[in-house]
């Protein structure tokens, strides 16, 4: 996903896997690697050196995207962290984010609330993709700023169709509920439906149904360790995870009735 020629910036790069790889393969002639604790800091420093990429790598120390400056990348990575880092992340420095050509995010969890927040905040997502490793399926989320995603970066090839920017809640609610409808899914909550992945869903991923099977399985698990417990804010927590369960259910009929 990260466009040949393309200088990148590979935030939270821990052993600088990312960046060594992208420039033994020639993909990128400039990587940054970014660490904000001080071992995997220096663990990358030692995996760069060893690897003789001391020129096309270099390694920073500090936190998120205050290490760049705008418009220093055209390519900025964040994976292997949760959700809700990536949005801190993001909101701390947009200006940086907002010059990148694409941002690739990569969530652990709360992928829906990356959605969210792109979609609210002037980003577009252009592209969306399940890929799995070892048995572990992650969600990749590709989205730039909104004047970009209109057109105006010559970097890349744009994906078709993409989600552009909603300027509130109420819109971004119709905007996401038209594209399930379109394929047959009964209503959902806006939540639900940006966990499950709008641009996912649209494209019918074939790892979608069992990576909801999964989530399907990790509520339930859930729910059976709350089940006994006799407090109110346990069984709230109960009802929320049911109807979520239900809620996923009805986009699993829907990809399967679509199948067949």
């Known amino acids: 996903m990260i466009p040949k020629g393309s200088t ?35 663990n990358a420093c030692k995996a760069v050196e ?9 390694v920073r120390l500090g936190y998120g995207l ?3 400056l705008p418009g220093e990348v055209d390519t900025i990575v964040m994976a292997g962290m949760g959700g809700a880092t990536i949005v801190e992340i993001l909101c701390q420095q947009r200006m940086v984010a907002d010059r990148a050509q694409q941002l690739i995010l990569q969530p652990m969890v709360a992928g829906g609330l990356v959605r969210r927040w792109l979609l609210l905040h002037s980003f577009a997502i252009r592209h969306e993709q ?13 989205a730039n700023s909104a004047p970009l995603a209109a057109g105006s970066d010559a970097g890349s090839e744009p994906f078709d169709p993409f989600l552009p920017v909603a300027p509130n809640e109420h819109l971004l609610r119709d905007m996401i509920g038209s594209l399930f409808s379109r394929k047959g899914c009964e209503p959902i909550p806006l939540e639900v439906m940006l966990e499950v992945g709008p641009l996912l869903f649209l494209r019918e991923d074939p790892m979608l149904a069992r990576l909801l ?6 509520y339930r698990h859930i729910m059976d360790i709350l089940w006994p417990r006799p407090s109110a804010k346990a069984a709230r927590r109960w009802a929320d995870l049911q109807q979520k369960v239900s809620d996923f259910e009805k986009v699993l009929y829907c990809l399967s009735k679509r199948k067949s």
Do not use: C, M, W
């Open 66 to 68: 205050n290490i760049l």
């Open 8 to 42: 990148v910036a590979d935030i939270g790069s821990d052993h600088a896997q990312l960046p060594i790889y992208l420039a033994k393969k020639g993909i990128s002639t400039r990587v940054i690697a970014g660490e904000v604790h001080r071992e995997p800091f220096y």
């Open 213 to 218: 099977l999964r989530k399907i399985a990790r």
């Open 50 to 58: 060893e690897a003789g990429l001391n020129g096309p790598v270099e």
């Open 130 to 142: 399940l890929v799995v490793e070892d048995e572990q399926i992650y969600e990749v989320i590709i």
